[in-house]
C-alpha cells in the first residue's frame, strides 16, 4: 500500500513511524512532513499544502489511503473534496470538523445532547460581553471562537484582565478573524484529561488515557504551551471516571454524530476535566492530540493501518485494540523563548544516540542535518513496565540530544 499523511509535526511523524511498522504499508508520503520523516523508514517528503495539487498527486501516484493530521486542513474541507473524487480518507468532513473549528458549535452540541460541561455565554458584541463580565465570577476563561493554534484560551483573574483580553480578541483581532466570536466559560477546578479516540459515524473506541503538561515552566507555570509533555495512561483516569466518561460524555457524543448526519469518520479527542463534581468536557478535536499522540501510540500493539481501514469499512463495531502492559512518559524539547519569541535554524545533535521514539515536530532537513525550524522542536517517548522507569527512559534519551537554546521541563509526569 501507499499512505499519504497530511502535516508537519510530531503528531505526524508518530503516525507515520506507527504505519510504517505495518507489512502491508511499501510506502509512505508525508505533505510536507518534516526533519524526522525525511529520515523516517518508508517515508518521502512531498512539499504540497494544496488541497487540489494534493488531490492530483494522489491520483498520479495511486495512493491508496490518506490521512489527515492538523485540524486548519480538515476545518477547510479537504474530506469532502477528496470523497469528492472517490478518495480513500480517514478524517471528518468539514461540518464534522466544526466540532473543533467552532467553540460556540461545540458547545451548543454539548448542551443539545445533555453532555456535562462547564456553563457558557457566546458573545459577538464586546459591550455585551463586558457587560456579562462585570457580574461573573473570577477566574473565568474565555476563549476565541475559532482556531488559534492552541493558543485562544485565556484564563483570566479579574474584569480588568477580562477586558483586555477582549480587546486582543475581538478588537487587535490577534487570532485574524477566529476570537471575533468568543465563549466565555466557567472556570472548572480540577485534573486533566485527555482521551484520544477513532470514530466511524457508528463507533467510538476510546485509546489509552493521557495527560498533558501545558504550561512551560516546571509545577505548572508560566503560559500556556501546545503541550511540553505527556504520559500515559493517565493516573486520575480510574475505572469509575473511565466509566463516566463513557457514559456520560462518549456515548451521547456519538449520538449526537448520528442525529445530526456528521460524517465522522476519524479521531476525535475528547478534552475532560476530572474533579469532585464528576467528569466534565472541556472540548472535543476532530483529530488527534499533539503531543498525547506520540505518548499513546507507542503503547499501542494493534496494527494502526488496520485500524484506520477498520474505520473506513464502518467495522469498529468488531476492532478490538490491544495495548502493552506498559507505561509511558513523552517530553518536549522547545526552542528558548517559546512559546513568545525564540530563534531558529540551529543543528539538533544526537539524535542517532536514540534508535526509537524520537518524534520530530519544529525541525527539518538541511544537507543531510535536522535544524531547528519552530517552537516546540521535538519529543522522546520512554516505555516501561512503571511510570517511573518510562519517566527515567524518557529523560535519559532527552539528555542525548542538544541544540542551541534547547529547553524542557523536568518535572514531566509529576502530579501536582
Request: charged share 30%; aromatic share 10%; glycine share 10%.
Amino acid at each position: 500500500m501507499k499512505v499519504l499523511i497530511i502535516g508537519n509535526g510530531g503528531r505526524e511523524h508518530a503516525m507515520c513511524l506507527k504505519i510504517s511498522e505495518s507489512d502491508k504499508v511499501d510506502k509512505i508520503f508525508c505533505a510536507p512532513g518534516n526533519g524526522g520523516t525525511f529520515f523516517q523508514d518508508k517515508c518521502e517528503n512531498i512539499n504540497i499544502v494544496d488541497i487540489d495539487k494534493l488531490i492530483e498527486f494522489v491520483k498520479e501516484n495511486k495512493v491508496d489511503l490518506t490521512v489527515v493530521g492538523p485540524e486548519q486542513t480538515l476545518t477547510e474541507g479537504i474530506v469532502d473534496k477528496f470523497k469528492a473524487e472517490n478518495l480513500r480518507i480517514l478524517g471528518p468532513s468539514k461540518k464534522a470538523a466544526a466540532l473543533e473549528g467552532s467553540k460556540s458549535y461545540s458547545k451548543e452540541f454539548m448542551k443539545k445532547y445533555g453532555i456535562k460541561t462547564a456553563d457558557y455565554a457566546v458573545f459577538e458584541d464586546i459591550e455585551k460581553a463586558k457587560s456579562y463580565l462585570k457580574t461573573s465570577k473570577y477566574p473565568i476563561v474565555i476563549k476565541a471562537d475559532g482556531l488559534a493554534a492552541g493558543k485562544g484560551v485565556a484564563i483570566v483573574e479579574s474584569e480588568e484582565d477580562a477586558f483586555n483580553i477582549l480587546e486582543e480578541f475581538m478588537i487587535k483581532d490577534k487570532f485574524k478573524g477566529s476570537g471575533k466570536k468568543i465563549v466565555v466559560e466557567e472556570f472548572l477546578e480540577g485534573v486533566e484529561a485527555s482521551i484520544l479516540s477513532i470514530c466511524d459515524g457508528e463507533t467510538i473506541i476510546p485509546f489509552m488515557s493521557s495527560k498533558d503538561h501545558k504550561n512551560i515552566f516546571d509545577e505548572n507555570k508560566g503560559p500556556n504551551t501546545g503541550g511540553m509533555g505527556t504520559i500515559s495512561p493517565n493516573p486520575y483516569c480510574t475505572k469509575e471516571v473511565l466509566d463516566s466518561f463513557n457514559e456520560e460524555i462518549l456515548k451521547p457524543t456519538l449520538k449526537g454524530i448520528k442525529e445530526e448526519n456528521l460524517d465522522f469518520i476519524g479521531f476525535i479527542f475528547f478534552g475532560l476535566m476530572i474533579n469532585e463534581k464528576g467528569v466534565y468536557l472541556l472540548e472535543y478535536n476532530a483529530r488527534l492530540g499533539d503531543p498525547e499522540t506520540q505518548v499513546v501510540l507507542p503503547l499501542m500493539e494493534s496494527d494502526f493501518l488496520d485500524l484506520i481501514e477498520n474505520a473506513l469499512d464502518k467495522n469498529l463495531k468488531n476492532t478490538n485494540i490491544t495495548w502493552k502492559d506498559e507505561k509511558s512518559c513523552c517530553i518536549v524539547a522547545a526552542s528558548y523563548g517559546y512559546p513568545l519569541s525564540y530563534n531558529v535554524g540551529y543543528e539538533i545533535k544526537g539524535l542517532e544516540k536514540i534508535k526509537n521514539n524520537v518524534f520530530i515536530a519544529g525541525a527539518k532537513e538541511k544537507q543531510g542535518k535536522v535544524v531547528t525550524t519552530g517552537g516546540r522542536v521535538l519529543g522522546v517517548t520512554g516505555c516501561g513496565k512503571t511510570l517511573e522507569d518510562a519517566i527515567k527512559k524518557a529523560y535519559e534519551n532527552i539528555g542525548k540530544i542538544n541544540f542551541t537554546g534547547m529547553y524542557y521541563r523536568k518535572d514531566i509526569g509529576k502530579i501536582y
